[in-house]
């Protein structure tokens, strides 16, 4: 058994995905496939919160973790809710961060790796059963981390990888 470099991998947005490339072009849906609402964030957060409720007050709206999401599926209503959000983050002199929320794999990847707890998780095909890939958070944040094979012979492949991992900290130094 060894142990080998395969190379390096960067990360800019704290996470990382495990998945068979052969799926992308049929499983990924990008940033602007489908509007499924709104989320909103930053030091205006809750002003911001109340401010929606009292506008919209039949839109139902969620706020944990400091995020305020809202189920939107209308383009205009959700332009409409960003754009009074902004507009009152301005009359507040407070900064509010906000972004439509879409049934991107890339948003289903933030969700899953937003748990606290777990840090990571599956992400489903789009038809909805398991495998399509596995999401985690990277451990200390963006940067460029080693990944390393672990190789074992396996009688009737020869040597094979058996084990892969990233090695995020590096506590031997």
């Known amino acids: 058994m060894k142990k080998v470099l395969l190379g390096h991998?960067?990360?800019?947005?704290?996470?990382?995905?495990?998945?068979?490339?052969?799926?992308?072009?049929?499983?990924?849906k990008g940033y602007n496939d489908n509007i499924i609402g709104v989320k909103l964030w930053g030091e205006a957060h809750h002003e911001i919160y109340n401010l929606l409720l009292l506008k919209y007050p039949k839109l139902h709206f969620t706020y944990q973790n400091h995020i305020i999401k809202a189920a939107v599926k209308n383009e205009n209503l959700a332009n409409e809710i960003l754009s009074y959000a902004y507009m009152q983050s301005l009359s507040l002199g407070k900064k509010i961060v906000f972004d439509k929320e879409t049934d991107s794999t890339y948003e289903k990847i933030c969700n899953v790796t937003s748990d606290n707890k777990k840090?990571?998780?599956?992400?489903?095909?789009?038809?909805?059963?398991?495998?399509?890939?596995?999401?985690?958070?990277?451990?200390?944040?963006?940067?460029?981390?080693?990944?390393?094979?672990?190789?074992?012979?396996?009688?009737?492949?020869?040597?094979?990888?058996?084990?892969?991992?990233?090695?995020?900290?590096?506590k031997a130094k």
């Open 9 to 28: 991998v960067g990360v800019d947005s704290g996470q990382l995905i495990i998945m068979d490339p052969c799926y992308i072009n049929s499983q990924w």
């Open 119 to 170: 840090q990571g998780g599956p992400i489903a095909y789009s038809k909805g059963h398991e495998g399509f890939a596995v999401a985690f958070r990277s451990g200390v944040g963006d940067g460029l981390y080693p990944v390393f094979a672990t190789m074992e012979e396996i009688p009737g492949w020869g040597e094979s990888i058996t084990k892969v991992e990233v090695q995020f900290v590096n």
